[in-house]
């Protein structure tokens, strides 16, 4: 793994700016992503670029905003901004929510948080809007990527904990030219591959940290982290960690009280 690029990887990635609510008959306009859980079922009416229309959705829905869209709902609405997004989306998206409801209550969680006065807040904010967008992806599919970049997505997704994972080596073996598929993947993704890989792992490291979960005498400590997240040097690993989430990975927990 080429250290280089993982420790130019930008910490704002996916970052909640904003977390709150949009009235009714509101016009709005999108400078980043927007994602919005609606009160009940409704229209979207929407102008992006030269195209221009107007969707349905159920109070159940998600609604996913691409930049630079103006858009009106005939329902209020709870609205989060991401800016730097890893999303596939490119234009206005109405997708399910999960059974358990997951991305609605992501959301609130969000707001709650984006209005709190609690310390170190963005900590919480920046892994709900990693979360929130992993959840896009899987429930949305990916449908707005190319065969390639969808075949390096899952190839990520498959070897996250994988230490012996060489992306550079499976991307090498795709019948393209190899700075093509980067140039492809960072037009569509809005990250090079190593630094998608490395926010997967990050997200995965922190789940982990803040979960409790144990072996079966304590805790799991940095080092067995480090080698499930794919890092095979736990000082790398926290170095890497630090850069992502402001604090070493054996504070990780305590930061978020």
């Given amino acids: 793994m080429d250290k280089?690029?993982?420790?130019?990887?930008?910490?704002?990635?996916?970052?909640?700016?904003?977390a709150g609510t949009c009235?009714?008959?509101?016009?709005?306009?999108?400078?980043?992503?927007?994602v919005l859980s609606p009160q009940s079922k409704g229209k979207i009416s929407f102008s992006h670029g030269t195209e221009s229309g107007a969707a349905e959705f159920l109070a159940e829905n998600i609604i996913i905003i691409p930049p630079l869209c103006r858009y009106v709902l005939s329902t209020?609405?709870?609205r989060i901004v991401i800016e730097q997004a890893f999303l596939?989306?490119?234009?206005?998206?109405?997708m399910r929510d999960d059974d358990a409801c997951g991305v609605r209550h992501s959301i609130r969680q969000a707001v709650s948080y984006y209005n709190s006065r609690i310390q170190k807040k963005e900590v919480v904010l920046n892994a709900l809007g990693n979360l929130i967008a992993?959840?896009?992806?899987?429930?949305?599919?990916?449908?707005?990527?190319?065969?390639?970049?969808?075949?390096?997505?899952?190839?990520?997704?498959?070897?996250?904990?994988?230490?012996?994972?060489?992306?550079?080596?499976?991307?090498?073996?795709l019948p393209?030219?190899?700075?093509?598929?980067?140039?492809?993947?960072?037009?569509?993704?809005?990250?090079?591959?190593h630094e998608y890989l490395i926010s997967k792992r990050m997200e995965l490291a922190a789940e982990l940290l803040s979960s409790g979960v144990s072996n079966a005498y304590s805790n799991y400590s940095v080092s067995q982290v480090a080698e499930m997240c794919g890092f095979a040097e736990p000082l790398y690993f926290s170095r890497v960690f630090k850069k992502y989430y402001g604090v070493a990975p054996s504070a990780y927990s305590d930061s978020l009280k």
């Fill in 23 to 34: 009235d009714k008959n509101e016009e709005a306009f999108s400078k980043h992503f927007e």
């Fill in 134 to 173: 992993s959840y896009i992806i899987v429930l949305g599919g990916n449908a707005d990527y190319s065969p390639a970049v969808s075949r390096i997505l899952g190839e990520i997704t498959k070897n996250l904990s994988n230490g012996a994972f060489s992306l550079d080596g499976y991307i090498k073996k």
């Fill in 88 to 94: 596939p989306v490119k234009k206005i998206t109405v």
């Fill in 176 to 193: 393209l030219n190899y700075d093509y598929v980067r140039k492809l993947f960072k037009k569509e993704v809005g990250a090079t591959p």
């Fill in 4 to 18: 280089t690029d993982l420790l130019l990887y930008n910490t704002d990635m996916n970052s909640i700016c904003f």
């Fill in 76 to 78: 209020g609405a709870t």
